[in-house]
């Protein structure tokens, strides 16, 4: 079986973004580790087809892609649009509509990470593939869910190499990775914990942090609070938990659906979006971190429950499963 992928080379599109997008990272390297078939990729930023060894320049990528599935006849196309206005490399829909249905091979849509803002885009591209796979979606999205060509109960492909536990000392008591901007309620979080007096370990902001970086945070870290949505379920859930630090998340995350709370990770009540008083509010917030408190100061139960959060990951959320799952339903298609 042979795939296409059209995808991106770096994170939102931008050339001078160290760190790869998570199409390379998470979806193409780790279809690597399953014997399913070879694979061409067309990266729409960086304008390039990598076939093998060989990386070609194109002018063109519309042309590009309807020349390589002219001449290859792939057995599926998957699509990873990415959702950046300002910067659209994803192909023109009338080629994805011309590889569908003149060209007769089946396209499939991975879409990474849909939000309220993703609604236009994914208006575009949902009449052009074939079926559809997504992780839990917002309210937004609804009308598509009950479709045939939908599945939405789906967990990010983790790459082994990134975020299995890579044997790190858990050196830092709390970890926050990733981007915080400035007035975002991640920010606020991270100052609480700061003001509260505990030491906070978090990923380089001056400059991006590479994924292998953000994840040896997390496996040098023992603990690693975050917010949390009731109606969506990101990805750094599963990447804090895969790297065996304990997450702390609000009870009403749909962390819940994948995992056991008090078992593999740990809930705290939380006290954003909710009509509480100041008083309420600031009870809430000592309550979560002397939850925090606790856990540092618990070191064994803390890695009781990291660990076996860990494990399911590496038990049921691996690569292998996520392709397996993928290549069922590409397979369902073609009959």
Known sequence: MHVVFINEMHCGANPNDPRLSVGPQLLEGTYDSINIGTQTTVYCDTKEVHHGDNIIKVNDIDLALLDICSQIRPDYVVFTPLNRNELPPNPDRVTLGRIRWELKIPIFG??????????????????????????YPYPEFDKYVTSTRWTCDWFPP???????????ARENAVAVPGLIRPGTRQAEFLNLLKKSGIPVKTTPQETLATYKEYCNLLQSSAISPYIGRPDHLEHKVYEIIGCGALLLISKDSLAKARFKTG???????????????????????EEFIDTVRHYINSPREARKIATAGAQKVRDEYTAEIFWNRVSAIMRGCKQ
């Open 110 to 135: 991975i879409f990474i990470d849909i939000g309220p803002s993703s609604i236009q885009m994914f208006d575009k591209y949902y009449p052009m593939v074939d079926h559809v796979i997504c992780h």
């Open 158 to 168: 983790l790459n082994k190499n990134f975020i299995h536990d890579a044997g790190l």
């Open 263 to 285: 078992e593999e990770y740990v809930g705290y009540d939380k006290w954003w979006d909710m009509d509480l008083s100041d008083k309420q509010i600031q009870i809430r917030q």
